[in-house]
């Protein structure tokens, strides 16, 4: 089974940008589709974006549609979130899963087994 975690949180101005990691290891996460996630304090976890197992393939949010992107690199077994233009209400821990499943685009928490322990990130106005 595939490990995940996380890094690149941290605290930013708004208008800032981070770029968060998502490292496998156990297996090759190639075969897997993976998405991020993030969870506001006192609020539900949301769908962020996801990625394809090949990286052709990406879906984003609304909320975050070009200001987030959502990459991979199967040679170094890691996906990417480039964030920029950040608002104060893109602050919350953001976590990556993987699914089998990679061929697909999916949105829901519940069509991820795999979690990475989440990375913070605070956006300060």
């Known amino acids: 089974q595939v490990q995940l975690v996380e890094s690149g949180g941290g605290l930013v101005q708004a208008g800032g940008s981070l770029r968060l990691s998502c490292a496998a290891s156990?297996?090759?996460?190639?075969?897997?589709?993976v998405g991020w996630f993030r969870q506001a304090p006192g609020k539900e976890r949301e769908f962020v974006a996801t990625?394809?197992?090949?990286?052709?393939?990406?879906y984003h949010a609304d909320s975050v549609k070009g200001r987030f992107t959502i990459s991979r690199d199967n040679t170094k077994n890691t996906v990417y979130l480039q964030m920029n233009s950040l608002k104060p209400e893109d602050t919350g821990v953001y976590y990556c899963a993987a699914r089998t499943g990679g061929d697909l685009i999916l949105t829901s928490i519940t069509q991820y087994a795999y979690w990475g322990q989440g990375t913070e990130v605070t956006v300060s106005s």
């Open positions: 990625i394809r197992r090949s990286g052709v393939g990406t």
């Open positions: 156990g297996r090759t996460l190639s075969s897997y589709g």
